[in-house]
């Protein structure tokens, strides 16, 4: 098995020495999930003058509490001059991503908050990057992180939505849920959409540098469909995705900052396949990889003209889903790294590595200082974003931090790869120590490919297998 070299001569050649140092970034999560709250802080740490601000993670919601909004207001008042500042606008509105669905706050309650946030940001003008969600509709009866009537009237609030679009029939299916329930569902779309018009006002004002709406959980029909052209006729940009959006702002303040776009050059494993749609996604994969690259703040490039190649483990026919017991073919070809910086975006299956990929991955190695990040996160974008943040660090860090890089990817296989893509299936209950137990075996692996030593514990944060949390013990 090859060893990993992360850091060599090479890679210092490539490593500029001209940009702005000692940048200092806001950060609001959405939520206090080990993507949305250690993935930044990990990316960060990639380079050593970066200075993050991140408010304390139990001021930040989970599953169930909301935000303690009014201690994030105090935070953000409090903080120093900064050169930019990420907002995931839901938090501070509503208590975060999943709140903005379940909040019964009314729109005047809510407009107060955001008219504090709008003051505030006037007042200690810096940078904004900015983005609130456009409210998703899943299909399934799933209440997981929905209102409790979601259990019986999700599936039949979906198809509601998704026939008044396509057909503009909304007497077809109504009569099958309750007038209650579905008055209260279609108020609190019409409280949400309200907000974000709120904030394409405030963005004409200046207020924000870049204003991003996600829509995630797609489908080709649906009120957030509506919602999302609407937007886009008043002028807001609309972006497929959600959890990522944050670390691809932080990748864009970034590239404002040094003034300077890097290019990359999207390779496709499955060149003919790159027109298929994701799962959860309303848009090829390449529309998709060409979309997370350009609101990073980087440019697209052909392979002549790259600074960083983007190798993107694309699927066949459909996109699998190891959990969801989707196949697809896994990846069976030939594939060689390149001598110069790449990293790869593996989203043959969503929500996992594939394990073929994996094995010739890890059978080439990572010698020569090349390798800028691998990852397998959930859905497609979310893939994108946060591969594309993390390389966006290291190619502009003046302080690198190699032992910080390492530590991200170590995660990311441990994670995407290990977790998600095998051990995962292996699970009935959120148990630890079975966690424990079944991922030494790709601790050795980990700590053999990246030539470092693999000392974590893991938890379940949200007491539920969807996310695991990996941290490094002394």
């Known amino acids: ?30 939520d206090n999930r080990p993507v949305c709250y250690d993935l930044p802080r990990m990316i960060s740490a990639i380079d050593d003058e970066i200075e993050l601000f991140m408010p304390e993670r139990s001021l930040l919601g989970d599953l169930t509490r909301y935000a303690n909004s009014a201690k994030l207001f105090e935070w953000l008042e409090s903080l120093p001059i900064l050169d930019a500042i990420i907002i995931s ?34 007042k200690n003008r810096t940078k904004v990057y900015a983005f609130s969600s456009i409210m998703r509709i899943s299909n399934n009866n799933i209440n997981e992180e929905e209102k409790e009537y979601w259990s019986k009237y999700g599936k039949k609030i979906f198809d509601y939505s998704y026939l008044t679009h396509k057909l503009g029939c909304e007497s077809c299916i109504a009569n099958v849920i309750p007038s209650d329930i579905l008055d209260d569902y279609l108020a609190t779309r019409k409280r949400n959409f309200e907000i974000n018009k ?48 944050p670390l691809t702002l932080l990748s864009r303040a970034l590239c404002d ?38 609101l ?29 017991k989707r196949g697809t073919k896994p990846f069976a070809g030939n594939w060689e790294p390149p001598k110069m910086p790449y990293m790869v975006a593996d989203v043959r299956y969503a929500n996992g590595a594939d394990n073929e990929f994996v094995k010739t991955l890890f059978s080439k190695g990572f010698e020569g200082g090349y390798f800028y990040g691998y990852s397998a996160w959930n859905t497609s974008a979310n893939t994108l974003g946060s591969l594309i943040s993390a390389a966006v660090v290291k190619w502009y860090s003046k302080k690198y931090d190699k032992n910080a890089f390492i530590t991200l990817q170590k995660v990311r296989f441990l994670d995407d790869w290990a977790y998600q893509a095998n051990v995962r299936q ?49």
């Not at 060893?3 to 090479?10: F, N």
């Not at 407009?111 to 505030?120: A, M, P, Q």
């Not at 600074?307 to 959990?323: A, R």
């Open 198 to 245: 709120v904030y394409l006002n405030y963005q004409k004002e200046g207020i924000f540098d870049t204003l991003v709406f996600s829509k995630d959980d797609c489908a080709e029909y649906g009120f957030n469909v509506q919602e999302a052209k609407a937007i886009e006729k008043l002028g807001g940009f609309v972006k497929t995705g959600a959890d990522e959006i």
């Open 296 to 324: 990073a703040g980087c440019e697209v490039a052909n392979k002549d003209a790259a600074d960083i190649f983007l190798y993107v483990n694309n699927f066949v026919e459909s996109q699998g889903e190891i959990v969801m």
């Open 89 to 122: 606008l839901d938090t501070l509105a509503y208590g975060g991503l999943i709140s903005s669905r379940r909040c019964e706050d009314s729109f005047e309650e809510i407009l107060k908050r955001v008219e504090r946030l709008r003051k505030i940001l006037k």
């Open 1 to 30: 098995m090859l060893i990993v070299e992360i850091y060599c001569k090479e890679f210092e050649i490539l490593q500029k020495t001209d940009y702005n140092a000692d940048m200092k970034i806001g950060f609001i999560p959405i």
């Open 426 to 474: 292996q699970l009935d209950s959120p148990d630890v120590n079975l966690l424990r137990e079944k991922m030494k075996v790709y601790e050795k692996i980990v700590s053999e490919q990246l030539n470092t030593s693999v000392n974590v514990d893991y938890n379940f944060p949200w007491k539920r297998l969807f996310e695991v949390e990996i941290n490094e013990l002394d």
């Open 257 to 294: 900052s040094n003034n300077k776009k890097i290019k990359i050059a999207p390779i496709f494993l499955e060149p003919t396949q790159k027109d298929l749609i994701s799962n959860y996604e309303d848009v090829s994969i390449e529309k998709s990889v060409i979309g997370q690259i350009e």
